[in-house]
């Protein structure tokens, strides 16, 4: 009688467990099943609005490239000081294509301050003076990526070396103002939305470009404004 009773309660205690592995089991299923749907695949195309984005190029370039880059990431100054020029002549100005700047200021807290400078410095002097910002700023970027290097007397008197005084204090003023926020705001929903998580990330007519090197990144340019 009691070896029953033993053999019952095995029994019993082994269904109990097979219930809860299948439980568990299920829940793992649903969840990978939704980060993987979550997850942006890596040929959708991603509808940018282009619409007040800095930008260099012809209006009416085929291609539009899409750089999401930090003023603090030594990777962002490489592609600036070695891959933007061949863009630039090969690229840009033959009219292939556009090549559109959008913030992701993660690396230190000027990163964020930096970003929101230039920005303003979009927004209140327009296109041209934001690139020779652009291009300034990451040729001060300095060595040591954990240091406030670019606090707001720095982010003045680089824009000093580009234009007038007024030019500067009316740049200031707004940056005060937070001027910058509804932009800066936009281009933070394109990071989350499509779940970037380092800088430069490039896109190529809306579709993330996952190569592994900035050869492969021009000639997929070039094979996209063929099309």
């Not at 490239?65 to 000081?81: H, L, Q, S, T």
Request: proline residues 4%; aromatic residues 14%; hydrophobic residues 35%.
């Amino acid at each position: 009688m009691a070896k029953s009773k033993k053999a019952n309660k095995s029994g019993s205690s082994f269904f109990w467990i097979v219930i809860v592995v299948a439980v568990v089991l299920l829940a793992l299923i649903v969840f990978l099943s939704k980060q993987s749907s979550d997850e942006p695949k890596q040929d959708e195309t991603f509808s940018f609005d282009y619409s007040n984005q800095p930008f260099e190029g012809d209006e009416n370039a085929p291609v539009e490239i899409v750089e999401f880059g930090d003023y603090k990431c030594p990777a962002c100054k490489d592609f600036n000081d070695t891959v933007y020029p061949v863009i630039q002549k090969d690229l840009i100005e033959t009219g292939k294509a556009k090549l559109y700047f959008m913030n992701y200021p993660f690396i230190y807290k000027d990163s964020e301050r930096s970003a929101q400078f230039a920005e303003t410095v979009y927004q209140e002097l327009g296109n041209d003076v934001f690139w020779k910002f652009h291009h300034l700023l990451y040729s001060k970027q300095p060595k040591e990526e954990k240091t406030d290097f670019f606090t707001l007397k720095v982010l003045k008197d680089s824009l000093a070396e580009l234009v007038n005084e007024a030019d500067v204090k009316k740049v200031e003023e707004a940056f005060k103002n937070k001027e910058y926020k509804d932009a800066l705001a936009k281009d933070r929903s394109y990071v989350s939305e499509l779940k970037i998580d380092s800088t430069p990330s490039l896109f190529i007519n809306g579709k993330k470009f996952t190569g592994s090197s900035y050869d492969e990144f021009i000639q997929e340019v070039k094979d996209a404004a063929k099309k």
